[in-house]
C-alpha cells in the first residue's frame, strides 16, 4: 500500500468483502487517484452509494460516505448537492442498482443537469445477490435467473445517458484503469452532470458461467472488445458487432441546475416574477 | 401575530415548517396534497430555501434525507399511494437516524382508492409502513392553526430527536379554508439538531446519555459514514449480536425514553362525562361539536383528542376511561385506532368503534345517535 492508499482509504475497513478477482478494487483504485490528482479536500467530496457490490465501495473511502437504498444514490445525491453546492458529489451504482429499480433516477439526473459524476460499475449482472440477469447482461448469456440464457434485450447505458440529456458521458473499463482515472477526472470537472460507464468483471457471477473462467479471460475480454472513438467511427456496423467504444463519448454546455436555481433565488429575492 | 388569517391545513403546514426552519422541500404531485409542494415551490426561494419536484414519490424522500444529510431541514408531502411508495426511505431515515418530516393527507384506500376524499385509513401505515422495528413520530393536527403549531413542532422533535415525524392531515383538514387567529401560544421556537463537540473525537453513533448522538453536517470537516446497514457507533455495519442488540434497543428506546415530551393530547370536558369519545383530525372537529351540542341538553360526553399519535398515548386514554360508562371510538376506516384504544384500556370499559368509509366526514349526529343509544 503506498501512501495514496493510506490517504483516501479506510485502512481499518480492509480488507474488503469483494471476491477475489473482482473489478471494484481497480476502480476503487482509478477514483482515488483521480481525487488525488484533482486535489480535491477530502472533507469537500461526498461519495454515495446504492446497493449491492458496488455499493460497498463508500464504506472504504475517507471522505462523507452515503450509504443509501437500492436505487436511490442519486436521488439523495440531488438533495445533498442542492443543499450544499459546495460539496463534490460523486455517486457509485451497480448496472443494476442504476438502469433497473434506479432507472427512473439515473434519466431525470440526465435531464436535470446537476454537477455531479456518477459512476457506474457495469458488470452486465447481479453479484451480491448470486448472478440473477440485469438490464446490461448480453442477450443469451447464462444467469442464474436465465439458466437457459437471457432473452432479455440490454440497455447500452452511456447511450441512455446521452439520449436522456447527460452533459458528459464516458466509458471506461477495469482493464483501461489509467484511461479511467483520466475519465473521472474529466467528468469530474465538467460542469453538469457526468456519467462514467464503466465495463467491469464479475468472475465469479458472470465469467465462469459464460466461458470467461478467469479474472485474466475477462480483462482480456474487455482489451479485445473497447475499440477508441476514432477507430470505431471508421469500422462497419458488422465489425462493431459486439464491440464496445471506450472513452469519452459525448459532452455538451448545459445550464447546471444548482447554478440555475441560485439565480432564482437571486430572481425571487428581487421581487422579479418570471424566468423568462 | 395578531392578525387573521384565511388559511387551509395544507397553507398552514408549510408556513409551519417555513417558520420553524425549514429550507428543503422535494415532492412528487398527488392528491389531495399538491397544495403543500405548490406552496413551498412559491415560499421556499424567498427564503433562500430550495424546492425540488422529483420524478417520483421515491426520490423525494430519498432527496429529503440526502438535504438533511447535509444540514438543511427537510420536508415532503404526499398521500395514499405516494405514502406507500416512501415507506423504504423513510426506514432508512429511521435507522441512519436522520431527522426530516413526512405530511401524509390522507385519501381513502387501498391502491388509488377514492383520490378526492377524506380517509383516516393510514393510522396504522403511519407507525408500522417500513419494514422492522423503528423509532416513528406522528401527529395528527385538527384545524388549521393547530396544523401550523405542530408542523413547527414536528420540525423540532425530528431535529432534537433523530427520528422521522409524520403530519398527519385528511383531505378534510388540508383544504378547508378557516379563519385562524394566531396567538402567542403558537410562535414556533426553532430548535436545531445537536452538532458534535468541537475539539473531541466525533463517534456519528455515540451512545450519549441522552440517547441523542450529534449530527455532524457532510462537509462540516466530520468524514463520517451513513448506512442503512445495522451499524455501531462509529456508523459502520456491524454483524456483532451484542452491539446489534444494544444499538438497536437505544435507536427504538428514544420513543420511551422521551414519550412524555412527545405525547400531546387534549381533554374536553373529560373529568365528569358519562361517555368518552377518543377521536382525531377532522373527526375530532364533530365529536367536539358533540360534546357542546350533548352538554345543552345536559348529557355529559367528553372527548379526548390524541394530538400526537404515536407514541400512542395510551397512558392518558386508560386514565381517562377508567369510571366511564362506553368509550367511542369513532375514524374514517373499519377500526384501526380502536384497536389502540382498546389495548389501553384493557377491557375495563366498554368500547364502541363507529367506522365509516365511503369517504364522507363522520358527522356530529351519527356519533350522538350512538351516544343516545347506549345511554
Redesign the interface.
Known sequence: MDAIHRKYLRMDKLPHIWCPGCGNGIIMGSFIRAIDRLGYDQDSVAAVSGIGCSGRITGYMDFNTLHTTHGRALAFATGLKMAKPGLKVFVFMGDGDATAIGGNHLIHACRRNIDMTAIIFNNHIYGMTGGQYSPTTPRDAYATTAPYGTMDPHFDIAKLCVGAGASYVARGTSYHAKMLTDLIVEGAEHKGFSVIEIITHCPVNFGRRNELETPVDMLLWQKDHALRMAKAAKMTDDELKDRFVIGRIHRADIPEYVEEYDRLIEMVRKGDTDRG | MNDAKLLAGSDACVFGALAAGVR?F?GYPITPSSEIANLFAREL??L?G?F?Q???E???????????????K?ITATSGPGFSLKQ??IG?AAEAEIPCVIINVMRYGPSTGLPTTSSQGDFMQTRWGTHGDHAIIVIAPYTAREAYRETGRAVNLSERYRIPVIILLDEILSHLRERVEFKEEDIVTVIDRKGPVPGTPYLPYEDTDDMIPPFA?????Y???????IHDKTG??TSDPGTIDRVMRRMNGKLDYYRDKIVRVKYVDVDNADVLIVAFGSVARSAEEVVRSMKKAGKRVGLLRPVTLWPFPDREIREAAAGKRAVIVPEMNLGQMVREVERAVAGTVPIHPLNRIDGGLITPHEISDLIEELL
Open positions: 428543503f422535494a426561494p424567498k433562500g430550495k425540488m422529483m420524478e417520483d421515491i426520490a423525494s424522500m430519498g432527496a429529503v434525507i440526502g438535504a438533511s444529510c447535509a444540514g438543511l427537510a423504504e426511505n432508512f453536517g457532510f462537509g462540516d470537516g468524514r463520517y459514514h451513513i448506512t442503512g446497514l459502520f455495519p
